[in-house]
């Protein structure tokens, strides 16, 4: 079975200061999508970014971008320049290419505090 | 709606009492999830939906659990014999289609809360 580890439960950082979001996965399959979602204390679950596992490019996103390591099965999320609006839990998720099991299998998250 | 719409926001219930949650995904999502999310527990996958089958409901805890799809739309994720351990935040997602990298997009949830 697939399963997603965050092994910072928490993590803070200054505001403008960068911080780096760790993710491992453990799969046997070679092709997969992984994922970074926030939730902010609205509840509500946004897509940060997004990242195919084929690619060897790293994805980016404005402020927010990956370090894709495939052979080491980790998918780190760096966030620059923080905000204050940036303060959330963060779920790193990961889902298999194809095959019929279409779930998100998603780590247990990491609350992020921005300090002023 | 713009979004993916669940209801009630927030439900207190006595023990032994069954719960109706309710999702109303975006227009045109033919896929559905349901998610449980327990304090500091992650999101829990329960089941999902392509069109109104299930292909997936291994995530249910247990035969108290059931959710149905009707019409390609609204779903309802059903507790019975509601126990302390079933409150939780349970979330919604729908996507435009089932697997690849398409987006999720969640609902707020519906906060339960077994007394």
């Known amino acids: 079975a697939q399963t997603v580890t965050q092994s910072q439960p928490e993590m803070s950082v200054q505001e403008a200061e960068t911080v780096t979001l760790s993710c491992t996965y453990d799969?046997?399959?070679?092709?997969?999508?992984l994922f970074w979602y926030k939730q902010p204390p609205s509840r509500q679950m946004i897509l940060v970014i997004r990242?195919?596992?084929?690619?060897?490019q790293n994805a980016t996103e404005n402020r927010f971008s990956v370090n894709f390591q495939k052979a080491a099965k980790s998918f780190s999320l760096k966030i620059s320049d923080s905000q204050l609006g940036d303060a959330a839990m963060y779920f790193c998720a990961y889902r298999i290419v194809g095959g019929s099991n279409y779930k998100l299998t998603f780590g247990k998250g990491t609350l992020l505090t921005v300090n002023p | 709606g713009a979004g993916v719409s669940q209801s009630p926001s927030n439900k207190v219930t006595e023990k032994g009492k069954d719960v109706e949650l309710r999702c109303d995904p975006i227009?045109?999502?033919?896929?559905l999830y349901w998610y449980r999310q327990s304090l500091g527990q992650g999101l829990e996958f329960l089941i999902y939906?392509?069109?109104?089958?299930?292909?997936?409901k291994s995530g249910l805890p247990s035969d108290r659990f059931s959710a149905e799809r009707t019409g390609g739309s609204v779903s309802t994720l059903t507790i019975q014999r509601t126990q302390q351990e079933d409150s939780a935040v349970y979330l919604c997602?729908?996507?435009?289609?089932?697997?690849?990298?398409?987006?999720?997009?969640f609902g707020e949830g519906s906060r339960l809360t077994v007394l």
């Open positions: 990242q195919e596992a084929y690619k060897q």
């Open positions: 997602a729908s996507s435009l289609q089932a697997g690849g990298p398409g987006e999720l997009f």
């Open positions: 227009s045109g999502h033919t896929a």
């Open positions: 799969t046997s399959e070679s092709d997969y999508y």
């Open positions: 939906f392509q069109g109104n089958s299930a292909p997936d």
